[in-house]
């Protein structure tokens, strides 16, 4: 089974001259075989005659060039064309005589350059072929040459079509590269939104606390460290993401797993509490054996939605839920509004319409708004089970 499949790859990296040969041997030896002669293509009516070494020579002529037919199909056309003018100006009549059609198919298809002026050389070289075959044969109808003519002239237009379709399926191709590309700038830039917007939040408001702490070494000792300990988490997520664009990335790396779980929800829990926000975590259930990419959109839900509550309404209660189902995972971030606003930024809702899009792929809902009562709520249902 293996040889099998291994043919058809070794055969694709030949070189196209290479595969383009055997047609070419083929339509010579159909040629040189006595059973065949006179038997292949006769226009004009002109008396077959017997084979000689002209007759080699048209035969040559019409079948070697398709070895360069995908190469140069311009040299491919022009050879066989002069080959089969030789073939039936002399009465030989052979199979090789068969290479024109393919050549002009070729020629359609594979022409870069000149494809008009080539058509009109064929169209000309042919109507001079025509004359001098109706001057020493035995006048054949002019129905015939023309009904020769449009046959050709069909060979030319498949090529021509067999083109445009490969164009057409090249250009595709590229605007799914390139709608791929798109996609996976915006999903990385939401994962540096994501990462960076937390851990420089969280470093801010613990660094600034910090300068209220000197009369208490302990303490700021303690706020220290809790921004070192930040800055060192950013640079790990930040080199993980970065990881991503790594033409390697994937082929069998070691190291812990690139996406973070629901389960490392409760490092970003103690991450806010020691950035001075009173975080009440509650974990509900137990995570389905396959989550896909719903571990990772839960975890930048709560990472997000911490992210605001530490810069919008800092210092209030804040609740994150996470409860597992068995087939999705549901998050709650709220907090009640208790906290001071004072000097935090105007967000652009960047994130908040990240995280909307990134539900709404995985097909569940998605909801951020404030409470009747104050506060806001973040609520995500993630469907479990999703392909990352």
């Known amino acids: 089974m293996i040889g099998r499949r291994r043919v058809p790859e070794l055969w694709h990296r030949l070189d196209v001259t290479v595969r383009d040969l055997p047609l070419g041997i083929l339509l010579l030896v159909a040629s040189a075989m006595p059973a065949f002669h006179g038997n292949g293509t006769e226009i004009g009516g002109l008396p077959?005659?017997?084979?000689?070494?002209?007759?080699?020579?048209?035969?040559?002529?019409?079948?070697?060039?398709?070895?360069?037919?995908?190469?140069?199909?311009?040299?491919?056309?022009?050879?066989?064309?002069?080959?089969?003018?030789?073939?039936q100006l002399c009465g030989y009549h052979l199979m090789a005589g068969t290479a024109l059609p393919i050549a002009l198919l070729s020629a359609g298809s594979y022409l870069e350059r000149y494809r008009h002026a080539t058509a009109v050389a064929f169209s000309v070289a042919f109507a001079a072929l025509a004359v001098a075959l109706d001057q020493r044969g035995p006048g054949k109808p002019v129905a015939e040459f023309v009904t020769f003519y449009l046959v050709m002239a069909l060979a030319w237009g498949v090529g021509v079509w067999m083109r445009?379709?490969?164009?057409?399926?090249?250009?595709?191709?590229?605007?799914?590269?390139?709608?791929a590309r798109a996609a996976e700038r915006t999903r990385i830039a939401r994962e540096l939104h994501d990462v960076v917007t937390h851990h420089v939040t969280a470093m801010v408001v613990q660094a600034e606390a910090a300068r209220y702490l000197t009369a208490s070494p302990d303490r700021l000792d303690q706020s220290l460290s809790a921004v070192s300990d930040t800055g060192r988490r950013a640079i790990t997520d930040l080199r993980h993401l970065l990881d991503l664009l790594n033409p390697d990335h994937g082929s069998g790396h070691g190291g812990e797993?690139?996406?973070?779980?629901?389960?490392?929800?409760?490092?970003?829990?103690?991450?806010?509490?020691?950035?001075?926000?009173?975080?009440?975590?509650?974990?509900?259930?137990?995570?389905?054996?396959?989550?896909?990419?719903?571990?990772?959109?839960?975890?930048?839900?709560?990472?997000?939605?911490?992210?605001n509550a530490l810069k919008y309404d800092h210092g209030s209660r804040t609740s994150v839920l996470v409860r597992h189902g068995e087939r999705e995972i549901i998050v709650e971030v709220g907090t009640d509004g208790s906290g001071s606003r004072a000097g935090s930024p105007g967000g652009s809702g960047r994130g908040l319409e990240g995280l909307r899009r990134r539900v709404d792929v995985l097909g569940g809902d998605f909801s951020a708004g404030h409470r009747s009562g104050g506060g806001f709520l973040v609520r995500a249902r993630i469907p479990a089970g999703s392909p990352a």
């Open 48 to 87: 077959t005659r017997p084979a000689d070494a002209l007759a080699g020579v048209a035969a040559v002529l019409q079948c070697a060039p398709l070895a360069v037919r995908r190469r140069w199909p311009l040299v491919c056309l022009t050879l066989v064309s002069c080959g089969f003018a030789l073939d």
């Open 164 to 179: 445009s379709a490969r164009v057409a399926e090249a250009e595709r191709r590229s605007r799914v590269a390139e709608d």
């Open 257 to 307: 797993d690139r996406t973070p779980p629901v389960g490392r929800v409760l490092t970003l829990v103690e991450q806010t509490r020691l950035a001075g926000q009173p975080v009440e975590f509650t974990e509900e259930g137990t995570p389905p054996a396959s989550t896909g990419s719903a571990d990772l959109v839960a975890y930048r839900v709560v990472q997000e939605a911490l992210t």
